[in-house]
């Protein structure tokens, strides 16, 4: 994994879905508001979603003009609206054609994907942003954090088995 002023490349992205996953815990996601306020987080909880074949990841159900920037090599912004309100975000994972991509479902006093949309006041203008070139979202690396738990990701039910019970939502403990 190459460093450039601790920024992660893209070549960090462009790894197993699950481990970026895993090792995303403890990074600092950077964000730089339109007011110019530049504000750092700890990325504290994650949960992949592997490609086409992984029934509860959105790209299941093929190339849609919603899921088409995780057919995109690794690097990239994913967000998309739940409830009509809330954006979430996705870093895309892996390469070209692989439709994987890492959730970010909590960050340090702020848990809950749609509460941490809200702090970072996402929207669908970050579809597609760049995280290695971005001058308003980014990822720093950190220090391994030696702490970390794994769970079946949440909310996924409709997916069904092997799916639900797999461990890919990393909390860091």
Aim: aromatic residues 10%; hydrophobic residues 35%.
């Amino acid at each position: 994994m190459e460093l450039k002023n601790d920024r992660l490349l893209a070549d960090f992205f462009r790894r197993d879905t699950v481990v970026v996953a895993r090792e995303l815990i403890g990074k600092t996601l950077i964000r730089v508001f339109d007011d110019g306020t530049m504000r750092r987080y700890v990325i504290t909880e994650t949960e992949a979603y592997c490609g086409q074949s992984d029934l509860a990841c959105h790209t299941s159900k093929g190339l849609t003009k919603r899921t088409q920037v995780m057919f995109e090599a690794g690097g990239l912004v994913y967000v998309y609206l739940i409830y009509g309100q809330y954006w979430l975000l996705n870093f895309v994972t892996e390469q070209e054609g692989s439709g994987s991509a890492v959730l970010i479902r909590g960050l340090k006093r702020h848990n809950g994907p749609g509460r941490l949309g809200r702090e970072l006041k996402l929207d669908k203008s970050f579809y597609g942003e760049n995280l290695e070139s971005s001058t308003r979202i980014w990822l720093e690396d950190a220090n391994p954090v030696n702490q970390i738990s794994e769970h079946p990701r949440v909310g996924i039910h409709y997916a069904g088995e092997p799916w639900v019970s797999k461990l890919w939502r990393f909390k860091a403990d």
